[in-house]
């Protein structure tokens, strides 16, 4: 049996994934799995797994397109190891990424949940990839001919900068060439602002995704699995990791425990926004606390993060304010948007 199990959906981005599993093929420790859920690929998904299954322990599942978190629990009821880590298929991880995970949670309490820091990186140029002005800084500083590359590459092209051969063995070098800023989803300014112990943060499960986390088998079968109310894009990994802190979970964060989300094309933006809005909506309906009124009021830019923070440790001192708090908005959040999302 394995000492960690690695739970990977994917949906059509096998060029992807073949890097990713590349990446893995080279970590410092073997005693490891990865299952990866096939959502209802159409690409070159069970090929790419097929060419590793010599170099990596894999256990792959074809499921037709039932979704994030079905997905995610057919591999988490697969799943043998004492560890579960979660990476998405488009995260290409360090040597030790599994090694460091695991010494994260060895030995500390059950309830540990470990969250590694998430970094941006090009793998692949194709045109109109949504990386940001800052991304491209720091891609030409490190590449002076990359703004020529950038500018001439043409639709339909793809320029392969990281291949399979720069991961397995990894080059490091060439990795951080076109290794670019923090990711959005690190949240680098709350760390800025609170340090790296978050000691007075208040909503650190916000910063759970399945992106780059581990924690014990044994505390997630206690917790429950994934909810597959959560339709589309958006918001199931959060509600894990909100029930996570509701069972006293201790969240351990890891800036030196990296992964490199590639950047890829995206999918419907406007299809993800409704998906988004619909599934906290629905998160917010669930669990009816202050945290998740305050979290939706900062996920629809209605509130500051570091203000949602001051309010609830003005709660967390007193029960009769942290009442008053919830009731209002609760009613704040009830006003208008039973219509908007409710019954979609």
């Known amino acids: 049996m394995s000492q960690a199990s690695v739970i990977m959906p994917t949906y059509n981005k096998a060029e992807y994934l073949k890097l990713t599993l590349a990446s893995f093929a080279s970590q410092s420790v073997q005693d490891f799995e990865i299952i990866i859920i096939d959502d209802g ?39 043998e190891g004492d560890i579960i880590i979660f990476n998405d298929d488009d995260r290409i991880v360090l040597p030790d990424y599994i090694a460091s995970h695991i010494d994260q949670l060895t030995e500390q309490d059950e309830r540990t949940v470990v969250i590694g820091w998430k970094k941006n ?33 043409k639709p339909g092209v793809s320029v ?11 080059h490091s070098e ?7 800023v923090d990711g959005y989803d690190s949240f680098p300014e709350i760390f800025a602002e609170y340090g790296e112990d978050l000691k007075d943060f208040q909503l650190k499960w916000v910063l759970g995704t399945t992106a780059n986390m581990s924690l014990y088998r044994s505390f997630l079968q206690e917790i429950g699995s994934f909810d597959e109310q959560y339709k589309g894009w958006g918001m199931e990994d959060t509600d894990l990791s909100y029930r996570l802190y509701k069972a006293e979970g201790f969240f351990r964060f890891c800036s030196n425990l990296v992964n490199l989300h590639q950047f890829h094309p995206r999918g419907n933006a406007f299809q ?7 599934n906290s909506f629905y998160f917010c309906n669930k669990h009816k606390s202050l945290e998740a009124y305050l979290f939706y009021r900062w996920t629809h830019e209605e509130i500051e993060l570091k ?24 009613k704040g959040f009830a006003s208008g948007r039973e219509e908007l999302y409710g019954n979609k």
């Open 121 to 153: 990186m090009l793998s692949i140029l194709k045109p109109r990839l949504p990386f940001s002005a800052e991304d491209m800084l720091v891609l030409v500083r490190q590449n002076p001919e990359f703004a020529a590359m950038a500018t001439d590459v």
């Open 41 to 79: 690929s159409t690409d070159d998904t069970k090929q790419v797994v097929d060419n590793y299954k010599n170099l990596l322990n894999i256990r792959y599942v074809f499921q037709q397109n039932k979704g994030r978190s079905r997905a995610r629990n057919t591999g988490l009821q697969l799943a």
């Open 272 to 278: 993800a926004e409704k998906d988004f809005r619909r």
């Open 174 to 180: 060439r990795v951080e060439r076109y290794t670019t």
């Open 307 to 330: 203000t949602a923070n001051n309010i609830l440790q003005l709660a967390n001192h007193d029960e009769s304010v942290a009442e008053e708090l919830t009731n209002l908005y609760a």
């Open 160 to 170: 392969p900068l990281i291949t399979e051969e720069h991961l397995n063995p990894y």
